[in-house]
């Protein structure tokens, strides 16, 4: 299947310092992914959806500025949390998809924020 | 907008034994995508099993096979001769076909435990 990977694959900052996560898919052009937040025992939960070239959507309840998402191209999508606070921490989870075919998903990253 | 339940938190079965988990979903939509997915400790989701709503047939991959019941709204997953690797999280996914909502609508989740 295809790869997506994505880095780092842990991170610790501080509060109110912002922390950019990169989402990669390998081996295709990703022409929409996903980022996902799982909190521990917990599902994943939609935060965005972002396709290449134009704005993410972002779910209800979910901070577009705080949680900033760029599709710059079809291989690569980042989010960064701005301002980051504890309450942030949580394991961030990124899916690549080409049309309506399956989502590929990185590897998570685990986000700390002292 | 969709739903997916998954009643049961937790499950276990012996090694070498069959385990069904559950799965009901809602929508109002006549054409989607089922997905089971498993979760492993290293937090990785893989892809186990997709069931194309329009096919009456029940997928299956392996030791993976569903039972899907589109009146009833329900997509179990059935593993046979279970293995120690089985031993995950397995969420089940609903994914519209209506264009700009492909987003994956997961389940609560269920702890799957294998007894050697």
Redesign the interface.
């Known amino acids: 299947g295809a790869v997506v990977s994505q880095h780092p694959s842990r991170v610790i900052c501080k509060s109110g310092t912002s922390v950019k996560i990169e989402c990669r898919s390998l081996d295709f052009q990703a022409t929409t992914m996903f980022w996902y937040r799982q909190f521990p025992k917990q599902s994943l939960m939609l935060m965005a959806t972002s396709n290449e070239g134009s704005k993410a959507t972002y779910e209800q309840g979910v901070e577009k500025d705080k949680f900033l998402i760029n599709h710059a191209s079809l291989t690569l999508s980042t989010l960064t949390v701005t301002s980051a606070h504890p309450e942030d921490s949580s394991f961030y989870i990124c899916s690549a998809g080409v049309g309506f075919n399956e989502q590929f998903f990185g590897p998570g990253t685990r986000l700390t924020v002292l | 907008a969709q739903t997916v339940t998954q009643s049961q938190p937790e499950m276990s079965v012996q090694e070498a034994e069959t385990v069904t988990l559950s799965c009901t979903y809602d929508t109002s939509e006549s054409d989607y995508?089922l997905f089971w997915y498993k979760q492993p400790p290293?937090?990785?989701?893989?892809?186990v099993i997709?069931q194309e709503a329009y096919k009456q047939q029940n997928a299956t991959e392996n030791r993976f096979s569903v039972n899907f019941q589109k009146a009833a709204k329900s997509f179990s997953l059935k593993i046979s001769d279970s293995q120690l690797g089985d031993a995950a999280m397995y969420?089940c996914a609903y994914r519209s076909?209506i264009q700009g909502a492909?987003?994956?609508?997961?389940?609560?989740?269920t702890r799957l435990t294998i007894n050697p």
């Not at chain 2, 290293?42 to 892809?47: D, E, G, K």
């Not at chain 2, 492909?102 to 989740?109: A, D, M, T």
């Open positions: 995508y290293s937090r990785q989701m893989i892809l997709r969420f076909l492909q987003k994956l609508v997961f389940g609560q989740g």
